[in-house]
């Protein structure tokens, strides 16, 4: 069985600093685009970040470029966020996923990112 | 405001069908694959169709699809109280997602 599992959402300042991971588990990790995804609060999904399996390809939503990195270790089975200079719009849940077929096939259960001071 | 559009709420009794709407354009729908998602109350979205029409394992074939130059739907057939939550719409084209219509089941 597929599972995502995602770990290291909290509170945070505005400019501040969070790192989010996902644990992958019941699937060859390394066979797969992965993405993260957020929602805000009463708000549609957005896509935020996706990597390549081997990590040499990484694209981002524009608002996020240059703040944002996502990052992967195929050995640990884990992808990461890293999250600075972070602002009040950027307060979300934020899912890790699976790519296939064109479409995010799997879903984490989610992160919350709480962006306040 | 979205590339994709959708309408913000739609409503049918159960057994009935349904039809969610997803309008962009050419370059937003046409040469990019479309998906649709489920979300629940509380819940992560959920996969319902993937490459325009593709059910994943485990979608009833209530849930279909179909796409056009312009604009993909997804049709609901014989509903159920379960079907209430949120659909939106996705173009592979910068993976956008479409507003999100809330499904009543009166």
């Known amino acids: 069985e597929v599972q995502l599992v995602e770990s290291g959402g909290g509170l945070v300042q505005p400019g501040g600093s969070l790192r989010l991971s996902c644990a992958a588990s019941?699937?060859?990790?390394?066979?797969?685009?992965m993405s993260w995804v957020r929602q805000a609060p009463g708000k549609g999904p957005e896509w935020v970040a996706n990597?390549?399996?081997?990590?040499?390809?990484?694209d981002y939503v524009d608002s996020v470029k240059g703040r944002f990195t996502i990052s992967r270790d195929n050995a640990k089975n884990s992808l990461y966020l890293q999250m600075n200079s972070l602002r009040a719009e950027d307060m979300a849940m934020y899912y890790c996923?699976?790519?296939?077929?064109?479409?995010?096939?799997?879903w984490g259960q989610g992160a919350l990112v709480t962006v306040s001071s | 405001q979205s590339v994709l559009t959708q309408p913000p709420s739609v409503s049918a009794a159960p057994g009935q069908k349904v039809t969610i709407s997803c309008s962009g354009s050419?370059?937003?729908?046409?040469?990019?694959?479309i998906s649709w998602y489920q979300q629940l109350p509380g819940t992560a979205p959920k996969l319902l169709i993937y490459?325009?029409?593709k059910r994943p394992s485990g979608i009833p074939d209530r849930f279909s699809g179909s796409k056009s130059d312009t604009s993909a739907t997804l049709d609901i057939t014989g509903l159920q109280t379960g079907d209430e939550a949120n659909y939106y719409c996705?173009?592979?084209?910068?993976?956008?997602f479409g507003g999100g219509t809330k499904l009543t089941v009166l």
């Open positions: 996923v699976r790519e296939d077929g064109w479409s995010f096939e799997h």
């Open positions: 019941g699937f060859m990790f390394g066979g797969y685009w």
């Open positions: 990597i390549r399996q081997d990590g040499g390809e990484r």
């Open positions: 050419s370059s937003s729908i046409g040469d990019h694959y």
């Open positions: 490459e325009n029409h």
């Open positions: 996705v173009t592979w084209a910068r993976k956008v």
